[in-house]
C-alpha cells in the first residue's frame, strides 16, 4: 500500500465523507424505491409514487438520527462500553504521552477515558472538536511500555484528524436507514402487490425479483462500509507512525494487542472503533478471503507487515 502523505490523505477522507453522505441518500431514493416502484408496478410512471411517498419520511428519519447521534454519539459510546472519564491525577503518564502528540501536530487535547479491563484495546470517538475523546483500556496501558502506548494513542488521535470517527457515524446511520427502509419498503409491497395484481400467475416472480434487488443493493452498502473501514485502519496506522516516527513500536503494540483485544460492549456498531476487531477465524485461502470481505478491520498480521515496510 502506497503512503502519499498525510495532508493529501486527510483531504480525500473528507471528499469522500461529502461524497458518501449524497451517495446513501440517492441510493435509497432514486435506486432502491424507483426499481422496487416500477418493479411493482411494471409502469415507470407508476414508480414515482413511492419515491413521493418514501421522501419525506427518509429525510425526517435521517435528520432524527444525525440530532441523536450528534448530541448523544459519547454518551452511547461510554454506556455500551462502560467507559469512565480517566482524571489527570489517575495517570499523569497516559496524559503527557497524548498532550506531546498534541502539541507535535497542533491539535487541541482531546478528552480520556478508561475502560477497567484486562482486555487490550482502544477507540477514539466524538464528532467535533468538543466531543472528541481516546479511550484506552486498563490493560492496554499496563501492558504496553511508552513508546507502544504513544504509537496506539497515536492511531486514535489520526482517527480523530483524519475524520474518520464522523464517517464512520454517516456509513452507520445510512447504512441502518437503508436497512429499515428497505424493510418498510417491501412490507408496503408485498401488502399492495395483491390489490394491483390480483391473482395473476407472475406476482410470485415479481416478489422473488424484489427480493433479489432490495438484497443486492444491501449487500453493496455493507461491502463498501466494511472496505471503507479496513481502509481508514491502514490510514492511522500510517498516520500514527508519521507523529511518532516509529513504526516498529506500534508493530510490537498490534502484536501485544492480537488475540488479546476481545471487548465486550452492548452494541455491534461499536467495535467498528476498536484499534482490533478482527475477524478471529482461522480459516484460510478462499474461505479466509470471502470472511475478510466482512471484516471491519484487516486482520492485524497484515498491519504489522504493513507497519514493517514502512
Not at 461524497?19 to 426499481?35: D, H, N
Not at 416502484?37 to 410512471?45: A, C, T
Not at 462502560?82 to 502539541?103: F, G, I, Q, S
Not at 410470485?204 to 434487488?213: E, Y
Request: glycine share 8%; net charge positive.
Amino acid at each position: 500500500m502506497a503512503y502519499v502523505g498525510l495532508h493529501t490523505q486527510i483531504r480525500r477522507n473528507n471528499t469522500k465523507s461529502i461524497l458518501l453522505l449524497f451517495a446513501f441518500p440517492l441510493l435509497i431514493l432514486l435506486g432502491i424505491v424507483f426499481i422496487l416502484g416500477y418493479l411493482s408496478s411494471w409502469n415507470w410512471e407508476m414508480a414515482y409514487d413511492p419515491i413521493l411517498q418514501v421522501t419525506p419520511i427518509v429525510f425526517v428519519v435521517v435528520g432524527i438520527w444525525f440530532v441523536i447521534s450528534y448530541f448523544f454519539h459519547n454518551q452511547m459510546i461510554q454506556r455500551a462500553t462502560h467507559a469512565k472519564p480517566l482524571e489527570r491525577k489517575d495517570n499523569m503518564r497516559v496524559y503527557n504521552l497524548t498532550e506531546n502528540l498534541c502539541m507535535s501536530v497542533g491539535m487541541p487535547m482531546p478528552k480520556l477515558f478508561i475502560i477497567e479491563t484486562d482486555t487490550l484495546n482502544a477507540f477514539a470517538s466524538g464528532i467535533n472538536e468538543k466531543s472528541y475523546s481516546v479511550t484506552l483500556t486498563r490493560g492496554i496501558i499496563d501492558k504496553l511500555d511508552d513508546k507502544e502506548l504513544e504509537g496506539v494513542i497515536a492511531h486514535e488521535l489520526m482517527h480523530i484528524r483524519n475524520n474518520d470517527v464522523r464517517l464512520l457515524i454517516v456509513t452507520i446511520v445510512f447504512v441502518g436507514i437503508l436497512g429499515v427502509i428497505l424493510n418498510l419498503l417491501l412490507r408496503g409491497l408485498f401488502n399492495g402487490l395483491g390489490r394491483r395484481r390480483g391473482g395473476k400467475d407472475n406476482g410470485g416472480a415479481i416478489i422473488i425479483v424484489i427480493l433479489v434487488v432490495t438484497f443486492v443493493i444491501y449487500f453493496f452498502s455493507m461491502i463498501f462500509k466494511f472496505a471503507l473501514s479496513r481502509s481508514r485502519e491502514y490510514m492511522a496506522d500510517a498516520g500514527a507512525v508519521s507523529m511518532t516516527k516509529d513504526a516498529h513500536a506500534l508493530a510490537s503494540a498490534l502484536r501485544k494487542i492480537s488475540g488479546n483485544s476481545k471487548l465486550e460492549t452492548t452494541n455491534n456498531e461499536v467495535r467498528e472503533l476498536f484499534i482490533d476487531n478482527s475477524d478471529k477465524s482461522n480459516s484460510k485461502g478462499f474461505l479466509g478471503e470471502i470472511g475478510s470481505i466482512f471484516s471491519t478491520h484487516p486482520p492485524i498480521e497484515k498491519r504489522i507487515e504493513f507497519l514493517e515496510k514502512m
